[in-house]
């Protein structure tokens, strides 16, 4: 069993946290508050940045889309009516744009009002929207702009915030990847192969690309490229990262509407302490160009395992005359065979709720903790310890305290539970029984 201090998780944890930043969305989940129900907010959603090929020889270029919505935050209210305007006039006579059926645009074509009729709490496309580099344009930047309300909310209306996305007509290279579908269930020792391609939507060939891929710590990449460098979870550059980093650079030529593949397939293997995992990759062309449309550069996989993650927390006994200060140290686990991890979301894998003993004052904490108010009773002293986001397997992390015994209270117990950040359990902890313990000050026996 390895033993890590809790400044060490620490600092792990900082940098898991950044990684799982850089990976986009992921594995969160959220919480809902007491005064929900009388607060709300519309949002829109748009792509923030897009590019459109200019025409060869003066034609206009090829129609790409652009998905939209509105959605809401407060589930318990309903929002109807949604109401999207859509002005594209400061690009007019660069772009031309092709409104869904939907949309109801201006007299001149810049501006229409779309229906997005019920408005949900989750983002799903309510409006395509298509626009292609006009005939006869040249490089030009611009935005198109948004505007929305609804009927709902506490007041009966509701309007979003403005939003924009910034287009660009150019001439170049535009590499893209596939996305994959969530795949769950899979089975530790399964190897899965990714069906990665490149496809160029721009006007210029790509002379080869670079390619980077991270996956988290129950995957391993099988597939090794000479054209590629790794850096596994364990290696001295990546030690407070538990993912694996794999640089590549091929030379293979990308046409315009091409697609290509890697040399060899890509497999991934879902090793035995796989659960919830993540694998990310991402395109760029090669040399000096520069790729039209990042927006699809990059990709995210969703793995779930079969598999569970056992965590266990651990109790202590120890004794004091009035007066004295004794260190009382509870202990937390993950027996694995799984590590677990919020990679996406950042959020902590585990919040430790500690109620003090009786007659008992901390006088020192764990970094980790702190105070979080009474615990059922407004004499008892409470306290919260956060891990990082993720529990590797045989994690074994101790949160020591300084305990004053103000007075003698004969098997004075206090209690350890392990939780999620948001929630009463985890899922996929096979053992709930181990997940609280007792810190007991002067034991009777």
């Known amino acids: 069993m390895s033993s890590v201090s809790v400044g060490r998780v620490l600092r792990r944890g900082a940098c898991a946290g950044a990684v799982g930043a850089l990976l986009a969305a992921g594995l969160g989940s959220g919480v809902a508050f007491a005064d929900e129900a009388q607060t709300d907010q519309l949002w829109i959603q748009a792509p923030y940045e897009q590019a459109v090929t200019a025409g060869a020889d003066g034609a206009a270029g090829e129609y790409r889309s ?3 919505g509105l959605y809401h935050d407060n589930s318990g209210s309903t929002v109807t009516d949604g109401r999207l305007t859509v002005d594209v006039s400061g690009l007019a006579g660069s772009v031309d744009v092709a409104w869904p059926d939907n949309c109801a645009p201006n007299t001149s074509g810049t501006v229409a009002v779309c229906d997005t009729g019920n408005v949900p709490t989750g983002y799903t496309p309510q409006v395509e929207l298509k626009v292609r580099a006009a005939a006869g344009a040249s490089a030009v930047q611009g935005a198109i702009e948004y505007a929305a309300e609804a009927t709902g909310g506490p007041d009966g209306k509701l309007v979003a915030p403005g939003a924009e996305t910034f287009l660009t007509v150019g001439s170049g290279p535009d590499l893209g990847v596939n996305a994959l579908r969530s795949v769950r269930d899979v089975a530790p020792g399964t190897t899965l192969t990714v069906p990665f391609s490149v496809t160029n939507t721009g006007d210029r060939t790509a002379h080869g690309f670079s390619v980077k891929l991270w996956a ?63 694998f990310d990759y991402e395109v760029q062309p090669g040399g000096d160009a520069t790729d039209l449309d990042v927006s699809d550069n990059g990709q995210s996989w969703s793995i779930t395992a079969r598999n569970t993650a056992d965590f266990a927390v651990y109790g202590t006994q120890v004794s004091g005359s009035a007066g004295d200060t004794v260190t009382a140290a509870f202990r937390f686990a993950n027996h694995g065979p799984a590590w677990a991890g919020n990679v996406g979301s950042g959020d902590p894998i585990a919040v430790i709720d500690f109620s003090l003993p009786e007659g008992t004052t901390a006088t020192s904490v764990p970094d980790t903790c702190h105070a979080a108010g009474s615990s059922g009773s407004p004499a008892v002293a409470h306290y919260a310890c956060t891990l990082p986001t993720w529990a590797k397997p045989d994690l074994d992390v101790s949160f020591p305290f300084q305990l004053r015994v103000d007075r003698v209270v004969p098997d004075a117990t206090g209690r350890v539970v392990a939780r999620p950040e948001y929630g009463t359990s985890f899922a996929f902890d096979p053992d709930s029984g181990n997940n609280s313990a007792t810190v007991t000050v002067n034991p009777s026996a």
């Open 66 to 68: 652009l998905a939209l």
């Open 216 to 278: 988290t710590y129950g995957l391993d990449v099988a597939t090794r490229y000479p054209q590629c460098t790794y850096a596994g979870p364990d290696t001295d550059d990546n030690e407070y990262t538990p993912m694996t980093y794999v640089t590549c650079s091929f030379d293979t030529e990308v046409a315009p509407g091409a697609t290509v593949e890697l040399p060899e397939p890509l497999r991934l293997a879902v090793t035995g302490r796989a659960l919830y995992e993540r």
